[in-house]
């Protein structure tokens, strides 16, 4: 082939090329643009698949998972062919209307107030420390120096707990004339007759496993480690007829919830120590009542998770009843004269949050929307029930507005089996109890105040691993209701619970138990302080 030859085809190849260009230049931009865009759908695929993936991986993980919970072979195909095809059905409604910007950057909560030293309510011990004669001897002159100041230096001592026998010498007294009538003075009362135990040391045990979740056998060997060895098996005895003898103010605590305009209430497990039974266990449940959010409570043990316990608990019960979506309970809202529903606004927050870790930022606005509404609650914490109310309904209604056209939007392509997917299931359901304390200025958004409350026992069933019985379950749950009264009222149980002790022991009549509730003990132990103080002021009472 010859030059002239190579250099013409050259020209022509040029000239195609060109031609080529140009065409694609002035006519396919159309298909650029497709390109573009098909590579933003890609780009989105990804995104979700990545989203996908991390919800498979956690269910492959999870522990404790339902059975049902099993991920399928050939689920993350499916779940990407429904992908596709919602967004093909849903490309001319999303285009039509857009949704708003979702905000990647959610509000975060204020900083928390820094909490306030106590140490100056410390009683503090004055130790006198002086130097020998012979170190205060002037080194210019020869004399002795003279004390002319002192200068503190303080440390915080801690001395361990210690046990001691009260040894009480009872007098006796007899005529000298005749010889008969003797008298004697009478023995501190016992709560547990025909033992030597007393109520200091049955209030420690108490306060130890019920309110610091400490299990009984640690508190013996921290006793036994200062010289006092005590079996396990005696202080179990120690708490568990402590326990039965003031069982019966646990029906004074259950009429009292009854009686509020709110209750709240959760439960949580409470593994009980059975024979026989499958590991040696069964999965019993503890349930807390609380009355008008901090007023009263009331615990209960049961041996299992049956909606027939809370109904037996609220029955009659016709105020306003918040709760979680259990729905062992949806019986009581079906007859005649129901209690009004609300819900818990935290477990549907929840599962947002947890969708949005797992990679699914369809969430976010919705977390965000939640944020925006807990941070008015925080504004109007302080306030009155009908200010309280005004509030949320000049500023949440809105806000939840919002949130439910959210929700509504995002569930149209969503896996209902997915994270996101079980979070707008749930929403959907309990959406009216969700969105009932818009409507009430004393319900709360949440039932949080419930779930710190029974923190205590998540903790023991941690440290303990179980109670040692189904009757143990319900001892525990009598002395927690009067713990958890004391938490809410302000008690310190340990005074509170040796003070209780000491009264019941001495007979304490049945007809006045009501006065043996944390509530009413403060108060009668805050009275001589404030008669004394109105006293000293001149106060007269009629």
Not at 133 to 146: F, L, N, P, Q
Request: proline content about 6%.
């Amino acid at each position: 082939m010859t030059s002239v030859e190579t250099l013409d085809k050259s020209e022509s190849v040029i000239a195609a090329l060109e031609a080529l260009r140009s065409r694609v230049e002035d006519d396919d931009r159309a298909t650029l643009a497709d390109a573009q865009d098909f590579i933003g759908q890609v780009k989105e695929l990804v995104k979700t698949l990545d989203g996908q993936l991390q919800a498979m991986r956690w269910l492959a993980q999870k522990q404790y998972r339902p059975k049902t919970d099993k991920v399928p072979e050939g689920q993350l195909a499916l779940d990407l062919i429904g992908y596709l095809l919602g967004q093909r059905e849903g490309k001319a409604e999303e285009s039509a209307s857009a949704p708003p910007e979702q905000d990647k950057n959610p509000p975060k909560d204020p900083p928390r107030e820094k909490r306030k030293s106590r140490l100056h309510l410390v009683p503090v011990v004055s130790v006198r420390k002086e130097l020998p004669e012979e170190e205060r001897v002037c080194e210019d002159c020869g004399v002795v120096k003279t004390e002319f100041a002192t200068e503190p230096r303080r440390a915080l001592i801690y001395e361990p707990s210690k046990l001691f026998f009260r040894e009480e010498q009872l007098v006796k007294y007899a005529c000298r004339c005749c010889g008969l009538g003797v008298t004697m003075a009478p023995a501190t009362p016992k709560l547990i007759e025909g033992s030597n135990v007393g109520s200091s040391v049955l209030s420690h045990l108490v306060v130890s496993k019920v309110v610091d979740a400490t299990p009984i056998e640690r508190v013996g060997r921290q006793w036994a480690r200062y010289g006092y060895d005590l079996a396990p098996s005696t202080m179990h005895d120690w708490f568990g007829r402590s326990a039965s003898e003031v069982a019966f103010l646990s029906p004074i605590a259950r009429r009292d919830v009854v009686g509020s305009e709110l209750v709240s209430f959760d439960d949580t497990p409470m593994p009980a120590k059975v024979a026989g039974h499958t590991n040696g266990t069964q999965r019993g449940r503890l349930w807390l009542y609380i009355g008008d959010i901090s007023r009263v409570a009331y615990c209960e043990f049961t041996p299992d998770w049956k909606g027939s316990h809370p109904r037996t608990v609220l029955e009659g019960y016709d105020g306003l009843l918040q709760s979680d979506g259990y729905g062992g309970i949806a019986a009581l809202f079906a007859g005649s004269n129901p209690p009004n529903k609300i819900g818990c606004n935290d477990h549907a927050r929840r599962k947002y949050v947890e969708a949005l870790k797992l990679g699914d930022h369809r969430a976010t606005r919705v977390v965000a929307l939640y944020g925006e509404l807990y941070a008015v609650e925080r504004e109007a914490k302080a306030l009155g029930a009908e200010e309280r109310l005004r509030m949320r309904q000049s500023r949440s209604v809105l806000l939840w507005d919002e949130l439910a056209a959210e929700v509504a939007r995002i569930d149209k392509n969503v896996d209902p089996k997915s994270p996101l997917g079980k979070a707008n299931t749930y929403f959907r359901r309990q959406g009216p109890a969700l969105r009932a304390f818009l409507d009430h200025g004393v319900v709360p958004i949440s039932n949080a105040h419930v779930e710190r409350l029974l923190r205590t026992v998540a903790l023991f069933r941690k440290n303990s691993l179980f109670v040692g019985s189904l009757e143990a379950g319900q001892r525990y749950a009598v002395l927690l209701t009067l713990a958890v009264n004391c938490a809410l009222c302000g008690a310190n149980p340990f005074l509170y619970y040796t003070d209780l002790f000491d009264r019941v022991a001495a007979g304490w009549p049945k007809a006045r138990a009501a006065d043996l509730m944390p509530q009413a003990w403060l108060a009668a132990q805050q009275q001589p302080q404030k008669v004394e103080s109105e006293a000293g002021l001149g106060v007269i009472h009629d």
